[in-house]
């Protein structure tokens, strides 16, 4: 290779150069040139999506072409792309190597055994506007032999082929402008063709013929036209009009609408589906095509264009082309599109006059359809006769009417008419939206109260568990009818055609929904009022919860016993039933779980009822029996234990294993009066005895039993006033820390100072303040208290001495509970970790998951909390880990025998030891011996309360208990003083009466 055959190779690439006409021929023009100025191989690469090069163009010295096959990459990070070709490609310049055979950029070649007669190479970049667009790849036998002289030649070889190039584009850019404005000029002339057949044509399908010729007889660049129309039940396309070039191919062509159909990815489909234009400048090369396209012998192209009614698809607009220049050309594209738009309009155009036809039949129809509504003699007859008139009237396919049955998950198909409501009557609709049958146009109108409209049903995927029944329907409407304001059913129209409800058609059939809505409502209005006099009738004499016989109806039952029993000489009984601690349910579970517990009572005592026995409810938790045929006070006691155990079996309320109670008075005819009312009252009168003396028991009446009642009545009268006139006061009894032998807190207890009886005995108070409502108001201020007491001797200096409060059922129920326990704190500001509320065990077992959260929400307060008389309720240990409790509380009744009693005493070992596995404190109340208290400080209880330790004692004295330190476990035992029991108050309120 000398400078001489390089410079002649030059010239001979310039000279190529002048007379090449194609690219493709200019890179093997100057590789043959290469070759003759003395390079050995000579190859042109182009860089294809890959990654790699393409070798377009080649020539050898000996007439080979080694570097056929050769893969090269243009990564760097492969090796195949660190060679000379991919580093000058990468870079913009020559990559040069003179020592082919040792370089190690070229391993991966010489392991496929090229090269072995490479010396020297070199790769030249073929750079346009900064970047490049190919390299070529120089090879020559001799070692060392690429100068940098003939590197430089061999760069100004290239520089010169990229020159041409640039001039090859130029040249390719002004002829496609050439073909783009001829085929552009034979397009306006297309575009003006078609509106004029648009605005001479009388129907679609005259305007779908004269559109098609105009497009095809334009000449030039369109060959041929064809329009395709969705049709019903039918995924394909239908051919409405085909004019010009190939119309026997074209009238072949398949194309759907389908994505999964080999018909439904060409053109067509996809333009249908997307709504936008979609061209191929090959249709043999369109793999996404009809395989029938490849039928055609010479390549061509074609546009499908989508026509739009309404924003909605109806069909495809085809452009064939004549020829093709297989380039881009944004004018061309938008004439196209302005002839689909101007047939698209022209559909519309015919679809108006269409829709206003059918608006003034489906005027015709609302008229029918009020005259119908004005002669039906019932609800059935009525929607029958709507459903005739909207189908005769607007040409419906069905016409369905359905209404909302509570007690069925389905509506419940009233009336369908039309050649397909057959169908209707036999599928199921539901207005629930998480069931299949509750997805379509019916329940979503029912839910929404709004038209639920389908223009396009077969495609939507609302109708899918339905499109076998309704397959000869393109469109639905779905209308909600409503009574009251509120969803009572709905009105399916099914359409034959597609995009049939418009926005003015809708309106109307709004109108008539609307009709249909107001005539239901009158047949409601009917037969409410029919009811209405029927349930006036019925609640005059019953219960309206439980059916029983109301207190009138009673009244009258109980005064025919009396008369029937004083004619025929015999006695009865009648049993007064009070169900005890119902309000306990209704503050904890609510007033719905409070009714079904008197429903469920009511059942039970019916099912008890025998031949002439009487059962009535007077009201809340009242009932009343009457047998009639029981005329011994032995067999209304059997009777009156044979309930008590009814009642008490267990009921689920709310998730929860309840076990109800009763106390039940007896009153027996004719001893205990001579008319229903006296006997009503003795009944009532003895019913209260049972529950003083405890509750879930039956007791008679006796002569001193009304007397008792009348104390009750005026103690508590007596205790509403006491809070105002400041009887309340609070003791507090002194709890002991077993370890140490100091007091470690206090007991608050509420004590009642009467003007007239002195001090009453809260264990005949309190209950009267339960029953009364009283002990919520009596607990807010004991509170309020204590939490006073508490800051008065932190001021004083007495610190870190706890105080526990106890909590009433009802106050622990009470929804103002936390409220209150906030005032108080706020009020008082003291540290609330001196502050413990005892709840009993009972109450928080009651319901188990609202007392979690009352307590956790008084805890996160930073308030202690402690379980009073621990072992008397559920003895639930394994529930008790799920509160956030500090304390148990053993009850007194576990401590009275010990440590005498075996029993008492496995009991008091077990809770101490379960309480300190769950990290409890443990408190011994009660304990008056010094052999208790020895058994308690050995089985490691950790504090005491109780006589042996001290009474309880007022506020001002507690300051100088705690400050002596002294040892109480020395000192003998106190004894308290008395307090008034409920029988001496009651025999003291009698003498003052």
């Given amino acids: 290779m000398t400078r001489e055959k390089m410079l002649a190779a030059l010239g001979a690439t310039n000279e190529a150069i002048l007379r090449t006409k194609s690219r493709d021929e200019l890179f093997q023009r100057v590789c043959d040139a290469a070759v003759s100025g003395g390079i050995g191989v000579a190859s042109a690469f182009l860089p294809e999506a890959d990654g790699f090069l393409r070798l377009v163009a080649s020539a050898g010295r000996d007439g080979t072409e080694p570097t056929q096959g050769l893969k090269i990459s243009v990564d760097p990070d492969s090796e195949r792309g660190r ?63 690429l100068t940098p002289e003939m590197v430089d030649l061999l760069q100004r070889m290239v520089e010169n082929v990229s020159f041409s190039l640039g001039v090859f584009e130029q040249e390719g850019v002004r002829a496609r402008m050439e073909r783009a404005n001829r085929r552009i000029t034979t397009m306006f002339a297309a575009l003006s063709a078609t509106n004029t057949a648009i605005l001479r044509a009388t129907s679609e399908e005259e305007m779908f013929r004269l559109v098609c010729e105009a497009v095809a007889q334009s000449g030039g660049w369109l060959g041929a036209a064809a329009i395709f129309l969705m049709q019903p039940d039918s995924d394909e396309l239908k051919l409405a009009a085909v004019c010009g070039q190939g119309e026997e191919l074209i009238r072949e062509l398949k194309i759907s609408t389908d994505p999964a159909s080999p018909f439904g990815t060409g053109l067509g489909g996809s333009a249908f589906r997307e709504k936008a234009l979609k061209i191929s400048y090959d249709l043999q090369a369109e793999r996404r095509n009809d395989p029938r396209v490849d039928q055609v012998r010479r390549p061509f192209g074609a546009a499908a264009v989508p026509l739009l009614v309404h924003g909605n698809a109806v069909g495809v607009f085809f452009f064939f ?23 698209s309009f022209g559909l519309a155009a015919f679809a108006r006059a269409e829709e206003s036809a059918r608006v003034s039949r489906m005027y015709a129809a609302l008229s029918a359809t009020n005259e119908a509504i004005m002669r039906s003699e019932s609800r059935e007859e009525m929607c029958r006769l709507v459903c005739e008139a909207a189908v005769n009237g607007a040409k419906f396919t069905s016409t369905t009417i359905g209404l909302h049955d509570p007690s069925s998950d389905f509506f419940r198909i009233i009336a369908s008419s039309g050649p397909y409501g057959h169908r209707l009557r036999e599928i199921r609709l539901s207005p629930r939206p998480d069931i299949p ?145 119902f309000k306990l349910i ?65 009921i689920a309320l709310r998730g929860h294993e309840w076990r109800a109670s009763a106390s039940i008075g007896i009153a027996m005819y004719p001893h205990d009066g001579f008319d229903g009312s006296s006997l009503t009252r003795s009944a009532d009168v003895a019913m209260y005895l049972a529950k003083d003396d405890g509750k879930n028991d039956f007791r008679f009446h006796t002569p001193g039993a ?288």
């Fill in 83 to 145: 060679g000379l070709a991919g580093v000058a490609y990468r870079t913009c310049r020559p990559a040069v190597s003179n020592d082919f055979q040792n370089d190690p950029r070229f391993e991966p070649w010489r392991r496929e055994g090229r090269g072995k007669n490479v010396g020297a190479g070199a790769g030249i970049p073929i750079v346009q506007d900064g970047k490049s667009v190919g390299v070529f790849l120089f090879f020559v036998p001799e070692a060392g032999s």
């Fill in 321 to 343: 082309f004549a020829r093709t220049s297989g380039a881009h050309e944004p004018a061309l594209l938008k004439l196209m599109q302005d002839i689909a738009e101007n047939t």
């Fill in 437 to 581: 049958e509750g997805q379509g146009l019916s329940g979503q109108a029912f839910r929404t109260l709004e038209p639920a409209i389908a223009n396009d049903y077969r495609n939507d995927p609302r109708s899918i568990p339905w499109r076998d029944s309704t397959s000869g329907s393109q469109s639905g409407a779905g209308l909600p009818l409503l009574v009251a304001g509120r969803p009572a059913g709905f009105v399916l129209f099914m359409s034959k055609e597609k995009n049939t409800f418009t926005p003015e058609f809708v309106d109307l059939l709004c109108r008539l929904a609307e009709n249909v809505s107001f005539a239901l409502e009158n047949f409601d209005r009917r037969e409410e009022a029919r009811r209405a006099n029927e349930q006036v009738t019925y609640l005059a004499k019953y219960d309206a919860l439980t059916g029983l016989p109301n207190r009138v109806v009673f009244k009258e039952m109980l005064d025919g016993a009396v008369a029937r029993a004083q004619q025929d000489g015999n006695s009865f009984s009648v049993l007064f039933i009070d169900l005890d601690r």
């Fill in 586 to 650: 209704n503050d904890s579970l609510g007033h719905a779980a409070g009714d079904e517990l008197l429903q469920e009572i009511a059942g039970r005592l019916q099912q008890r009822l025998g031949a002439g026995e009487l059962l009535a409810r007077l009201g809340g938790d009242e009932f009343v029996l009457v047998l009639t045929q029981i005329g011994t006070r032995e067999a209304a006691a059997r009777i009156a234990a044979e309930l008590l155990a009814l009642i008490s079996e267990p």
């Fill in 706 to 993: 009304h007397k008792r009642s009348v104390d009750r009545l005026r103690l508590e009268t007596d205790l509403r006033r006491a809070m105002d006139d400041k009887e309340l006061w609070l003791q507090y009894q002194p709890k002991v820390d077993v370890a140490t032998g100091r007091i470690s807190g206090v007991e608050a207890l509420l004590r009642w100072t009467h003007p007239v009886l002195g001090l009453i005995e809260p264990a005949t108070f309190i209950p009267v303040a339960e029953e009364a409502g009283l002990i919520v108001p009596i607990g807010k201020w004991v509170l309020r208290t204590a939490c006073a007491q508490i800051a008065e001797w932190q001021r004083e200096g007495l610190v870190g001495l706890s105080v526990a409060v106890n909590l009433s059922p009802r106050q622990f129920t009470h929804d103002q509970l936390l409220h209150d326990i906030d005032e108080v704190l706020n009020e008082t500001r003291i540290d609330p970790d001196s502050l413990q509320l005892e709840v009993t065990e009972s109450t928080v077992m009651q319901n188990v998951e609202r007392a979690a959260r009352v307590l956790e929400a008084i805890k996160s307060r930073g308030v202690r909390l402690a379980i009073d008389d621990f072992g008397t309720g559920y003895s639930s240990l394994s529930l008790m880990k799920h509160f956030p409790i500090d304390t148990i509380k053993i009850d007194r009744s576990f401590i009275k025998e010990l440590p005498f009693r075996a029993q008492d005493k496995a009991i008091a070992n077990a809770i101490i030891a379960l309480g300190k596995a769950l990290g409890l404190t443990i408190v011994a109340e009660g304990v008056e011996t010094r052999e208790q208290e020895h058994f308690l400080r050995n089985s490691k209880c950790d504090e005491i309360q109780g006589f042996l330790y001290s009474r309880a004692v007022d506020a001002a004295e507690v300051p100088g208990l705690v400050v002596a330190n002294h040892d109480f476990a020395s000192d003998a035992p106190l004894v308290p003083e008395p307090v008034q029991s409920f029988g001496a108050v009651s025999r003291r309120l009698h003498r003052q009466a």
